[in-house]
């Protein structure tokens, strides 16, 4: 970006300095906020990269959310597996004690015999 010297200052240097020092001065001014400028914007990119590279160690990547949603299905599988453990032993237990009920109580023997039309 072009930076141009306000006029008022021109002025005020050739009075100073003379015409021809105030339009080296001009220029030297001139040189020195175009090189600002440059290492500005050298300094604003660099921040961006290392702002970009911090964020990068934070923040999870895709990468990072595959490896994650697979140890996930392989847990959900186990769990799966523990679930139907769990069911049949829940389901012989829950047999055991229907045996154990009927074998020990005779009047359950009658009470499921009267019930049983009512199953249908």
Request: net charge negative; no cysteine.
């Amino acid at each position: 970006m072009a930076y141009v010297i306000d006029y008022e200052l021109l002025e005020k240097l050739e009075e100073k300095v003379g015409k021809e020092e105030a339009k080296k001065i001009a220029q030297t001014i001139e040189l020195i906020y175009n090189e600002l400028d440059k290492k500005s914007e050298i300094l604003a990119q660099q921040k961006k990269l290392e702002l970009k590279d911090e964020l990068t160690k934070e923040l999870a990547t895709k990468a990072d959310l595959a490896i994650i949603e697979a140890k996930l299905e392989k847990i959900e599988a186990k769990l799966e597996k523990e679930m139907l453990k769990l069911d049949k032993k829940f389901t012989i237990m829950f047999l055991i004690l229907a045996f154990l009920i009927i074998f020990i109580n005779k009047d359950a023997i009658e009470l499921i015999i009267k019930l049983l039309p009512f199953a249908k």
